[in-house]
């Protein structure tokens, strides 16, 4: 059975930081993009950031550059979302999500986020 | 201000037929495939239909997407209780590169 699992969120002070981790199961973790998205209380899903595992090409939200960093361990089948300078706007459910992908002619094509995990709440406050 | 464009709400009675907009750009929706998502309060985003108009396995066919051009759709027929929830229409963005969702759409079955 395909899986995704965080953990790691809690509550932060504004400026502090928190990693997250995604571990995952059923998969070849090295083969697939990965995703971290994130839904505010009460509002709607956001992108974050992604990943290729095995050329650690990464992409990032505009908000979070500079802040955030995501990073994967083959070898532990995790992903991780390093988060820093955290502030109150970045309050939300974070989840992790497999990329449905193609590659074709040396292109890589994004079709959608295929498996979500159940997500970890970050709160920052002070 | 999300990039893609849901209604705030829908609703439809037992048995009816609802259908759910999305419009986009030729960045996103134009170009490339379009995902809907299903989120019943609490629990993780579910994907409905994935590349514009395919169906996971355990999905009813009263679930549909379509595309067209740079917009889609989709449609629920024979409306249960149980399809209240939000929906999220979803695409990758070349602009972006980057994932981009509507704003979701709330569904009441009165």
Redesign the interface.
């Known amino acids: 059975e395909v899986q995704l699992v965080e953990s790691g969120g809690g509550l932060v002070q504004p400026g502090g930081s928190l990693t997250l981790s995604c571990v995952v199961s059923g998969f070849s973790f090295s083969s697939y993009w990965m995703s971290w998205i994130r839904q505010a209380p009460g509002k709607g899903l956001e992108w974050v950031a992604n990943i290729r595992q095995n050329a650690g090409d990464k992409y990032y939200m505009d908000s979070v550059k500079g802040r955030f960093i995501i990073s994967g361990d083959i070898a532990k089948n995790s992903l991780y979302l390093q988060m820093n300078s955290l502030r109150a706007e970045d309050t939300a459910v974070y989840y992790c999500a497999r990329v449905d992908s193609g590659y074709n002619y040396g292109l890589y094509y994004y079709y959608g986020l295929d498996v979500w995990g159940r997500g970890s709440t970050v709160t920052v406050s002070s | 201000q ?1 990039v893609l464009t849901q209604p705030p709400s829908a609703s439809g009675t037992p048995g009816q037929r609802v259908t759910i907009s999305c419009s986009g750009s030729n960045s996103n929706i134009g170009g ?4 809907w ?1 299903q989120q019943l309060p609490g ?5 409905l239909i ?2 514009n108009d395919q169906r996971p396995s355990g999905v009813p066919d009263r679930f549909s997407g379509s595309k067209s051009g740079t917009s889609a759709s989709l449609a629920i027929s024979g409306l249960r209780s149980e399809d209240e929830a939000d929906y ?1 229409c ?3 963005d070349d602009s ?9 759409t709330e569904l009441t079955v009165l």
């Open positions: 999300s490339n495939y379009v995902y998502y629990t993780a985003p579910k994907v994935y590349r999220y979803s695409s990758w972006l590169s980057g994932w981009v969702f509507g704003g979701g």
